[in-house]
């Protein structure tokens, strides 16, 4: 649904994601089978443990569905909290959403981007602008939403000029000249100051966010009637969108509310709608999961309580759920802080989505369903 009715970077994280699953898909199925085989085949012994984690939670037995009202009333906060800050604060686009100017710029030097983002958001009243290392060390991009909403013919030259003030203290030879550092000069033969610059208009403009959010929407009702028809009842389908709503709630609203408060970027652009989808997809799949384990219980113990065979589905994959969110946000967490300021906002997305992905997995999405399910009655 988001490659056929997405555009632009939804297509391409459409794109990428079909091929991630179908090569995750095959090795899963076939590569697995394979080396299970093949160890079976020289009566190898397979062990999925180790004396560490046997039987570590085997025979666990906590009463989720009896803290649902205590999640429902935490859930409900952090939601309030959220479209509070929404309606108060707003968002930070970035300028994927607000369009801004990008310059390629060479020091005779090696420079720190993050020293270059603290001089020229000092310079560009607080407006912190999007630094990145072009190539080797002493030459970075900068791309900025400053004064972008000017037209003046002048508001380049002021720009241009706001770049040389600033970083000139980078340069080690502090007997540069704007002219030689601006772009009145031949830019094809410089070897240093701003080798190209150019204005960005928005990457996303309101056809194609129309666009994106149109897809995700028919998307989310794909992803309903599929759960719907797979477990044969509509309750499971519908809970399933309302955790990822929760979801997708929350982390706008953190990221409205930590906006100009976390010390790295929080924007709204390419990559946040990216974070996005890739937390409504774990989250579905982890309560798919444990939907199905669901299903499998009410299947296996029919005479016993509705509430006996949830709370047993989601205590008999909660080995599988610790495991698969504890390695992914091990694996984020390393790009949150080894992965440079660029992508840390992203990362950030990502580790609250997952967080709150597994959470709603466990404490929203399976209780909704009880509830719409009629509680205590048998399915």
Do not use: C
């Amino acid at each position: 649904m988001l490659y056929v009715f997405g555009t632009g970077p939804v297509q391409g994280f459409a794109t990428t994601l079909i091929i991630g699953i179908l090569s995750s898909l095959f090795s899963a199925i076939f590569i697995s089978r394979l080396i299970f085989t093949t160890l079976l085949n020289k009566n190898k012994k397979i062990y999925f443990d180790n004396k560490f984690t046997r039987d570590w939670l085997a025979n666990v037995n906590i009463n989720f569905l009896g803290m649902r009202k205590k999640a429902y009333v935490f859930s409900a906060l952090i939601i309030i909290a959220g479209i509070v800050s929404l309606f108060t604060r707003g968002l930070n686009p970035g300028i994927d959403f607000s369009g801004g100017r990008s310059f390629v710029i060479r020091f005779d030097q090696p420079v720190t981007t993050g020293d270059v983002r603290d001089a020229l958001t000092a310079e560009f009243e607080n407006i912190s602008p999007e630094v990145k290392t072009f190539g080797p060390t002493s030459q970075v991009k900068i791309t900025t939403k400053y004064l972008i909403e000017d037209s003046s013919p002048e508001v380049d030259s002021i720009i241009q000029t706001k770049l040389f003030t600033s970083l000139k203290k980078f340069y080690a030879n502090q007997d540069l000249e704007y002219r030689d550092f601006s772009t009145d000069v031949d830019t094809e033969n410089k070897l240093l100051g701003i080798l190209s610059s150019q204005k960005v208009d928005p990457v996303i403009a309101d056809d194609i966010l129309e666009r994106a959010w149109r897809a995700i929407g028919i998307a989310l009702v794909v992803i309903f009637l599929y759960i719907a028809i797979r477990f044969k009842k509509w309750q499971f389908g519908l809970a399933g969108l309302a955790a990822l709503v929760h979801d997708t709630l929350i982390v706008f609203g953190l990221f409205s509310i930590f906006y100009n408060v976390l010390p790295f970027s929080l924007d709204i652009d390419q990559a946040f709608i990216a974070a996005i989808l890739t937390i409504v997809g774990y989250s579905i799949n982890d309560t798919v999961i444990i939907f199905d384990r669901i299903r499998e219980y009410t299947g296996l113990y029919p005479k016993r309580d509705m509430r006996d065979n949830i709370n047993g589905a989601i205590n008999s994959t909660l080995m599988r759920t610790i495991n698969t969110s504890g390695t992914t946000l091990l694996v984020l967490l390393i790009i949150f802080i080894f992965g440079g300021e660029v992508i840390r906002g992203f990362a950030f997305a990502l580790l609250m989505g997952i967080m709150v992905g597994t959470y709603s997995s466990v404490f929203t999405a399976s209780p909704i369903a009880y509830n719409l399910l009629g509680g205590d009655k048998k399915l």
